[in-house]
């Protein structure tokens, strides 16, 4: 299961990150991977099913806009996990800079 939370930062080495950079910091993860994943995804789609999807996305029915990705797109998870692992594994590659640009609390 793909957990996003301060678990996560604490994972790659940012578990002292004031709560409002935490905030900041998840909410950039959660973004980047809704980015990475809907590229995927529309490589592969016709206009009409971007058409489609974003239907969804203007009504915020985000339960609707999954279900209609899981039955086009059986692998759906499996992509999102790849992805999810792409953009952990670039913060914890940046999680040192991260700290050292940030003056964290010992």
Same mark, same amino acid.
């Given at each position: ?25 998840? %909410?950039?993860? #959660?973004?980047?991977?809704? @980015?990475? !994943?809907?590229? /995927?995804? =529309? ?33 759906? %998870?499996?992509? #999102?996990?790849?992805?999810? @692992?792409? !953009?952990?594994? /670039?913060? =914890? ?14």
């Amino acid at each position: 299961m793909i957990r996003i939370d301060r678990a996560l930062l604490a994972e790659v080495g940012l578990s002292r990150l004031p709560a409002n950079l935490a905030g900041l910091t998840l %909410r950039a993860f #959660v973004e980047t991977l809704e @980015t990475r !994943v809907g590229r /995927r995804f =529309a490589l592969d789609m016709s206009d009409e099913e971007k058409d489609e999807f974003e239907e969804f996305e203007m009504r915020g029915d985000d339960a609707g806009a999954l279900m209609w990705l899981e039955q086009r797109y059986p692998d759906y %998870r499996s992509i #999102v996990r790849e992805e999810y @692992t792409i !953009v952990l594994t /670039r913060l =914890a590659a940046s999680a040192g800079w991260m700290g050292s640009v940030i003056d964290l609390p010992s």
